[in-house]
């Protein structure tokens, strides 16, 4: 184990290692565990000796050996990860986590590590550490075991998942190993002078390398651009390891596009991307929180499978709680509160339907979405599906606890809630009802198996092809039009007292 730790973090060029003694633990006069001290979090041993790893309740147990921590020693919270996150957006996470608690806050530097001790009536509770590193050297960290959170703009890579089971830091590629601490997006931009006003289909073949600027390979960041656009490997592009100062310097020039974060775009213009049948769709609050925008991008905070310290849990829990959405938000994110928006105002998209029609057999379908739509409102979750499968991307899985928890709190009672499931183009109009109607029952379903049955009344509905966002001439275009919407009812209207009741 122990070799193996060191291996990983030195693959990973990690600079420091965690270090090993060995220690005795105790309760009164029983041996209880016996072995290499891996690390002491405040609360929880992490022990391994002869069966292995063992993470134990210090509150009942004595230590004894020559690097044992202290009987008051606070509890720990390490976070390692993605700079600009790190730096800007934790920071005040963690100032409103404290004044919320009731701490006392002293911050200071050790290093490149930011350090916050949390002071109860003078006397130390807790201290967190924030490392501004990179999504691939958090990961590594978390599994070298110097960090308890990483925070990440893309999910681990099938090498780096693979070297946390083996560390023994669990399957990250679960939903249950990650939050989503808020949202971002990849976006076009141009210059304010720049006569261009949307990215058109086959635009990353056409551009002039020397007019491309984007984010470096490398980092996060360009590692998710090469994805979304495969076409731009290797096309000799103007390369940043900064977002922000890639759009500052697109902004500069009027010849120049570029991709950068929809959170660092700064003076320069976001354009939408478009497709042939003439629909387009541009980053906005609303699209990205619904995912109708394709490139959304969310910021992620991965944990190990091992007890987390009560101090850890409390500040994740917070991070990802209601009132800490306008933090986030005020920090520069994209925050993840659900928010409606009436049928009245899908006249864009109703447009696109009637003229994306193939023939008169899809109007019947088109006046059926309108019937059981029209008195409902959207709400901002939305669900859509990784490849083509059936299972829920990293966005919606979070939607499926957001809503469950939502409706746990009451905030639909008195409504109904219809599941409704879109396709994209490809296939008969049959089997698209089907498929879209057999996905929105899987998210039904899932929300239902989350909250309890008999909450409020759950129904879900197929309308195939009916309702494009995007056109499908795209892989993204068809990507978006895969989904399933959430619509809520009206409130039931309560009844008039009679006089005298």
């Not at 291996?7 to 003694?21: E, N, R, S, Y």
């Not at 600009?84 to 004044?99: G, K, R, S």
């Not at 987390?308 to 994110?333: C, E, H, K, N, W």
């Not at 509160?337 to 009245?344: D, G, I, K, L, M």
Request: glycine residues 10%; contains cysteine; hydrophobic residues 40%.
């Amino acid at each position: 184990m122990r070799g193996l730790v060191r291996t990983i973090a030195l693959l990973a060029g990690l600079a420091a290692m965690p270090t090993f003694a060995d220690v005795t633990l105790r309760a009164g006069d029983t041996v209880v565990a016996k072995g290499e001290l891996l690390d002491f979090d405040g609360r929880f041993y992490r022990i391994l000796g002869e069966f292995g790893e063992t993470t134990l309740d210090g509150r009942t147990l004595t230590c004894a050996g020559e690097d044992c921590p202290g009987p008051d020693a606070p509890e720990r919270l390490r976070i390692s990860g993605e700079g600009w996150i790190v730096d800007t957006v934790l920071p005040p996470v963690i100032e409103t986590f404290a004044q919320r608690e009731g701490y006392t806050l002293q911050i200071s530097d050790e290093g490149a590590t930011h350090v916050y001790d949390l002071l109860l009536n003078g006397k130390s509770a807790g201290r967190i550490e924030l490392l501004p590193t990179t999504s691939a050297e958090g990961v590594a960290d978390l599994i070298a075991d110097v960090a308890d959170f990483a925070v990440m703009l893309r999910p681990p890579t099938a090498p780096e998942a693979a070297m946390a089971r083996e560390a023994g830091r669990g399957d990250l590629t679960r939903h249950e190993r990650r939050a989503i601490l808020g949202l971002d997006a990849i976006v076009p931009v141009v210059s304010a002078l720049s006569p261009r006003t949307q990215f058109g289909p086959g635009w990353s073949v056409r551009v002039d390398p020397q007019d491309l600027h984007l984010p470096d390979p490398s980092t996060a960041l360009g590692q998710l651009v090469l994805d979304a656009f495969p076409s731009l490997t290797g096309v000799g592009a103007i390369y940043y390891q900064d977002a922000g100062e890639l759009s500052r310097a697109v902004a500069e020039d009027p010849d120049a596009i570029g991709l950068t974060l929809y959170s660092k775009i700064g003076n320069a213009q976001a354009v939408p991307f478009s497709g042939e049948c003439g629909a387009s769709i541009a980053a906005t609050p609303e699209t990205m929180k619904t995912e109708d925008y394709p490139y959304t991008v969310p910021i992620l905070i991965y944990a190990p499978a091992r007890r987390l310290s009560d101090l850890a849990r409390d500040v994740i829990d917070y991070a990802t709680s209601p009132v800490a959405q306008p933090v986030i938000r005020r920090a520069g994110l994209l925050d993840q509160f659900p928010e409606s928006t009436s049928f009245a105002v899908q006249g864009d998209r109703l447009g696109l339907a009637i003229s994306t029609a193939e023939d008169s057999a899809a109007l019947p379908g088109l006046r059926r979405m309108v019937r059981d739509l029209r008195d409902r409102s959207r709400l901002s979750l939305s669900f859509r599906f990784t490849g083509g499968s059936s299972e829920l991307d990293a966005q919606s899985q979070d939607n499926v606890a957001r809503l469950a928890r939502a409706i746990a709190r009451g905030l639909f009672d008195g409504r109904d809630i219809l599941f409704a499931g879109f396709t994209d183009r490809a296939g008969p109009s049959s089997a698209n009802r089907a498929l879209s109607r057999d996905r929105a029952e899987a998210v039904r379903d899932a929300v239902e198996a989350a909250v309890g049955p008999d909450v409020v009344p759950l129904a879900a509905d197929g309308y195939g092809e009916t309702l494009p966002i995007a056109c499908d001439d795209t892989n993204w275009g068809k990507r978006v039009n895969r989904r399933v919407e959430v619509w809520i009812g009206a409130a039931a209207a309560k009844e008039t007292p009679l006089p005298g009741n």
